[in-house]
């Protein structure tokens, strides 16, 4: 995999230097054909000849423009794997905890890092290829003019090099400064009648002052420095300029033409010296910008992503998908909280794969995705339901298989999204033994999604205790063990087999990948796009096909309980069909949906219905007898549902 991946990215380099020799010879013509149109043309007396070398200089502007065309085509190939493996690192370092660090480098720096090392690619590509073009026409030209133009130029150089590591580190200070005010005004404003009132404004006044005075000792010490890229500028750029003029009657008396000076400068003055102007003010400011922003989304120290799992980091996950919070009447005065039970066989959960979770080192992982697919039909045998308040048709002694902790088990789990707000979730009881396929059905906004972020850890409930596999939830030993698919699918750049891999410790083996990619429905795309060894173009895939994807990924996954939020809404109906199909028939799984068609409820041995208060329990059958809102969801469309 890793020889693949430097075969993939010296591809890209080389396409990049193809391309941008267009651009080099753009630069070449530009001086030379000048030169040769006034030397050979209309200082000779043969305007057509002139006419000619201006033409061709022409045309190469023309394959330059196509070339600088492509170049940003390849920059974007050669930067987006950079910007996924930043996204790995935030993910493991703790997003799906809610660390806001980690959001802030997921939502904002890792894109700025992303912008800002495209920007720096394209502009020291450009210096390179222009210098390189610009000094073989000097040398074409007249090798006496060469020292005139490369002396300078390397001394500029050589100055503006210097300043780029101090000037990164003061701007960092400048940035860490202020971002201290920022917080401290942040503070202070909204409490200013609270310090009013305690009489504290000179205190208050002092400490918002010690960082006013920080940020400027800051941005002088920055802009002390600046200078000297002012000066790098003027040696590098101008200071050629002045040269070729002052050196010219020596020049012209040693053989130099007339054309040959009128080149050169128009070398210096069109190319060496915007493409230096470009190189100055892009690596110096986003390159001391990349540094500030790779070192803010460098993993804290000690931390390791090889040392307390057996997985590499993986994927960055998408945020999952939430329904909004819904003003609901008390639950706890009509609504009945039900309780689903199952015997089925012990399941081995095989050293699941897991993602890092912010926390401290060594830290066991979580097995949270962002990528996988949905339950079948069939999972589940001998399921009883009992009410708080009555037993449900079919009841029976409720609890878990003998000497087996329930996949997912909720005991008065209370969830409301403010204190002010009535709960999405009151008092609900919920246990999903292993090998359980439960379906969660409702109106929009209801809180299905809600209650799939509780069962997996990233909603804490307000009362009420969240057990996977008998671990309390939120806690590393239940994160291992479960995973969450939402609705978007994550696919990043690189492999299908590296992103179809991504939950397992080790490189999956290709017949079992063939096999879960035959099983779930994704191998004519595997197909069409070449195969396990062939690139993934997120962009060009459809959402379905990313669902296809992740799905496979969950299958060759090994947590034990799935938890799926709307995961296969992109599908057709048969394809998703063929996907739960898949997974009824994988060993040992337990599965939480959060169905999207009635059809992919009607497979699951219990669905569970919420509206509100009238939240409903029971097998397809029983709730197309007993529950109204439930023959409304599966009443065909423009047909009322049997009362």
């Given at each position: 995999m890793t020889g693949r991946l430097l075969r993939v990215r010296g591809t890209v380099l080389a396409r990049l230097v193809l391309w941008s020799l267009l651009e080099a010879?753009?630069?070449?013509?530009?001086?030379?054909?000048?030169?040769?149109?006034?030397?050979?043309?209309?200082?000779?007396?043969?305007?057509?000849?002139?006419?000619?070398?201006?033409?061709?200089?022409?045309?190469?502007?023309?394959?330059?423009?196509?070339?600088?065309?492509?170049?940003?085509?390849?920059?974007?190939?050669?930067?987006?794997?950079?910007?996924?493996?930043?996204?790995?690192?935030?993910?493991?370092?703790?997003?799906?905890?809610?660390?806001?660090?980690?959001?802030?480098?997921?939502?904002q720096q890792v894109e700025l890092a992303r912008d800002t090392l495209a920007g720096l690619v394209m502009v020291s590509r450009s210096f390179v290829f222009t210098a390189a073009g610009a000094l073989a026409g000097l040398c074409a030209l007249a090798p006496a003019l060469l020292p005139v133009v490369l002396a300078p130029l390397l001394a500029g150089l050589a100055l503006f090099a210097a300043t780029l590591r101090p000037l990164a580190r003061r701007q960092e200070a400048f940035l860490v400064a202020d971002e201290a005010l920022a917080g401290e005004l942040g503070e202070v404003c909204p409490g200013l009648r609270d310090v009013t009132a305690a009489g504290a404004e000179s205190r208050v006044a002092e400490r918002v002052g010690d960082r006013v005075d920080a940020e400027f000792r800051a941005a002088r010490s920055l802009a002390r420095w600046s200078v000297l890229r002012v000066a790098a500028l003027a040696v590098g750029g101008q200071l050629p300029l002045v040269l070729l003029l002052a050196?010219?009657?020596?020049?012209?008396?040693?053989?130099?033409?007339?054309?040959?000076?009128?080149?050169?400068?128009?070398?210096?003055?069109?190319?060496?010296?915007?493409?230096?102007?470009?190189?100055?003010?892009?690596?110096?400011?986003?390159?001391?910008?990349?540094?500030?922003?790779?070192?803010?989304?460098?993993?804290?120290?000690?931390?390791?992503?090889?040392?307390?799992?057996?997985?590499?980091?993986?994927?960055?996950?998408?945020?999952?998908?939430?329904?909004?919070?819904?003003?609901?009447?008390?639950?706890?005065?009509?609504?009945?909280?039900?309780?689903?039970?199952?015997?089925?066989?012990?399941?081995?959960?095989?050293?699941?794969?897991?993602?890092?979770?912010?926390?401290?080192?060594?830290?066991?992982?979580?097995?949270?995705?962002?990528?996988?697919?949905?339950?079948?039909?069939?999972?589940?045998?001998?399921?009883?339901?009992?009410?708080?308040?009555?037993?449900?048709?079919?009841?029976?002694?409720?609890?878990?298989?003998?000497?087996?902790?329930?996949?997912?088990?909720?005991?008065?789990?209370?969830?409301?999204?403010?204190?002010?707000?009535?709960?999405?979730?009151?008092?609900l009881d919920l246990c999903v033994a292993e090998g359980g396929h439960l379906a969660v059905v409702g109106p929009s906004g209801i809180g299905k999604s809600t209650l799939a972020s509780v069962a997996a850890g990233l909603l804490v409930p307000d009362r009420g205790e969240v057990r996977v596999y008998g671990h309390p939830v939120p806690g590393a030993g239940a994160s291992a063990l479960r995973l969450l698919i939402p609705q978007e699918a994550y696919v990043h750049s690189g492999t299908f087999a590296e992103n179809l891999g991504l939950l397992r410790p080790d490189p999956v083996p290709e017949p079992e990948?063939?096999?879960?990619?035959?099983?779930?429905?994704?191998?004519?795309?595997?197909?069409?796009?070449?195969?396990?060894?062939?690139?993934?173009?997120?962009?060009?895939?459809?959402?379905?096909?990313?669902?296809?994807?992740?799905?496979?990924?969950?299958?060759?996954?090994?947590?034990p309980l799935a938890l799926l939020d709307e995961a296969t809404c992109h599908l057709d109906p048969a394809a998703e069909a063929r996907a739960e199909r898949a997974f009824a028939a994988r060993p040992g799984s337990a599965l939480v949906v959060v169905?999207?068609?009635?059809?992919?409820?009607?497979?699951?041995?219990?669905?569970?219905?919420?509206?509100?208060?009238?939240?409903?329990?029971?097998?397809?059958?029983?709730?197309?007898?007993?529950?109204?809102?439930?023959?409304?969801?599966?009443?065909p469309a423009g047909r009322p549902a049997a009362r």
């Open positions: 010879g753009q630069t070449f013509l530009l001086g030379y054909a000048l030169a040769r149109a006034l030397d050979a043309g209309f200082l000779a007396g043969d305007t057509g000849t002139g006419l000619r070398w201006l033409a061709a200089g022409a045309l190469g502007v023309v394959a330059g423009a196509v070339g600088t065309r492509r170049v940003y085509g390849v920059v974007a190939d050669l930067v987006e794997p950079v910007r996924d493996r930043l996204v790995a690192d935030v993910v493991a370092r703790g997003v799906r905890e809610g660390d806001r660090a980690a959001l802030s480098g997921l939502t050196t010219a009657p020596w020049l012209l008396a040693h053989g130099v033409t007339t054309g040959a000076l009128v080149g050169a400068l128009a070398y210096v003055s069109q190319s060496l010296l915007p493409a230096l102007q470009n190189l100055v003010h892009g690596l110096g400011t986003g390159g001391a910008r990349l540094t500030v922003v790779l070192r803010r989304l460098r993993p804290p120290t000690g931390w390791s992503g090889e040392a307390t799992a057996p997985a590499t980091p993986g994927s960055p996950a998408d945020a999952t998908s939430g329904d909004a919070p819904l003003a609901l009447p008390d639950p706890r005065r009509t609504a009945r909280p039900h309780r689903t039970t199952a015997s089925a066989p012990l399941v081995d959960p095989a050293a699941p794969h897991a993602l890092p979770r912010a926390g401290a080192p060594g830290e066991p992982r979580e097995a949270v995705d962002a990528t996988a697919p949905e339950p079948g039909a069939g999972a589940l045998a001998g399921v009883r339901a009992a009410s708080k308040d009555r037993p449900a048709a079919g009841a029976g002694p409720g609890g878990p298989a003998r000497g087996a902790a329930p996949a997912l088990s909720l005991a008065q789990v209370t969830f409301a999204y403010g204190p002010a707000s009535t709960p999405v979730l009151d008092g990948l063939l096999a879960a990619a035959e099983a779930v429905g994704l191998t004519a795309l595997l197909e069409r796009c070449g195969g396990p060894g062939a690139p993934v173009r997120p962009a060009e895939l459809s959402a379905g096909e990313r669902q296809l994807i992740a799905l496979t990924r969950a299958y060759l996954s090994r947590a169905a999207h068609r009635i059809s992919s409820a009607a497979r699951a041995e219990r669905i569970l219905v919420m509206d509100g208060p009238r939240t409903a329990y029971g097998s397809h059958a029983e709730l197309l007898r007993g529950c109204a809102l439930y023959q409304d969801l599966a009443a």
